[in-house]
């Protein structure tokens, strides 16, 4: 995205869903969905977790020594399961010296692990319940991470600000009215098929 903002024309083409002949793509047709976004009149970058988090960890940790002990699943994605598949839960050879202790839980391993040992949640989370198909979920949020975050928001019909203002009315206004993000949900309201049920 945003190569193709920059006028990048390969991510362009990838865009409008055509291979580098200009030949409509079945494979890339899946992105046309987001052409809309070029235009957009807010940045849009893939930087965004590199320059709000991880820059910082990195700087904490070259300055301080420390390594980082953190609670990625190896189920989260491809590549953080093949990471796990290399190192294991503690990666001492690797560029990034780090522990992941929980990354050969499931999430329903965490939930269940909560519910037997009746462990209290975050109120952001409620509580959990066993769906019909046996598998657990929190009655609220599913992760918290950052609080703000609008990827993924058009699916559920942007509950997650609607819980965010009933949670803590404060910080649903500074992160929609000092941040902006107020302008940025009524474009993709207006632009993008979102799911409202
Ligand atoms: S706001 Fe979203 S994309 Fe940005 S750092 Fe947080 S989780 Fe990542």
Redesign the pocket.
């Known amino acids: 995205m945003e190569a193709a903002r920059r006028g990048a024309s390969w991510a362009v083409r990838k865009l409008n869903g055509v291979n580098k002949n200009g030949i409509s793509s079945k494979y890339r047709r899946r992105y046309i969905k987001w052409n809309v976004l070029i235009d957009a009149p807010f940045l849009i970058s893939n930087q965004?977790?590199?320059?709000?988090?991880e820059k910082q960890l990195l700087q904490y940790e070259k300055e301080s020594g420390k390594k980082p002990i953190v609670a990625l699943l190896a189920e989260e994605s491809e590549r953080r399961r093949m990471a796990y598949l290399r190192t294991g839960c503690n990666s001492f050879d690797s560029s990034r010296v780090m522990s992941k202790p929980l990354a050969f839980w499931t999430e329903q391993d965490i939930l269940w692990y909560i519910v037997e040992h009746d462990i209290g949640i975050a109120p952001p989370y409620g509580s959990i319940i066993k769906n019909t198909d046996g598998k657990l979920r929190c009655t609220k949020e599913q992760r918290t991470?950052?609080m703000?975050?609008?990827?993924g928001c058009h699916l559920d019909g942007f509950g997650k600000y609607r819980r965010l203002r009933e949670y803590n009315q404060q910080l649903y206004d500074y992160c929609m009215y000092e941040l902006g993000l107020d302008f940025v949900l009524k474009w993709i309201k207006e632009n993008i098929n979102c799911n409202m049920n």
């Open positions: 965004c977790c590199f320059q709000m988090k991470g950052c703000f975050c609008p990827v």
